[in-house]
């Protein structure tokens, strides 16, 4: 099994900043490549930022030039540099990881897995 642990979500003006954190912890044989996703009320899960296993990131349009991600491998953990925060931005916050782990029995199991979400909010 693999747990998230996510920090840094909070209240924010406009025009500011923030930074979210995420660690992975378990059974991690692999971790094949970790992300961040948002979510408001009434509207789907959309990927915000992800960054693979060998260090190539992904951004939506709507954050590209504002936010970057970037991970510690040797720690499991992904960073989100939210910069130049606006009214929009303002969602439920959730990491992502994309893990193999290895069973008793040997089988590798290659999962998606989320943390519990982090609120931010951009206040204008």
Not at 17 to 23: A, Y
Not at 51 to 59: H, Q, R, V
Not at 85 to 102: G, I, K
Request: glycine fraction near 12%.
């Amino acid at each position: 099994q693999v747990q998230l642990t996510e920090s840094g979500g909070g209240l924010v003006q406009s025009g500011g900043s923030l930074r979210l954190s995420c660690t992975a912890s378990g059974n991690i044989f692999s971790n094949n490549g970790m992300g961040w996703y948002r979510q408001t009320p009434g509207n789907q899960r959309e990927l915000v930022a992800q960054i693979t296993s060998g260090g190539s990131a992904n951004y939506a349009d709507s954050v590209k030039g504002r936010f970057t991600i970037f991970r510690d491998s040797s720690e499991n953990s992904v960073y989100l540099q939210m910069n130049n925060l606006n009214s929009e931005d303002t969602a439920v916050y959730f990491c992502h990881v994309d893990a193999t782990t290895v069973k008793s029995t040997g089988v590798h199991v290659r999962l998606d897995y989320w943390g519990q979400g982090t609120q931010v909010t951009v206040s204008s």
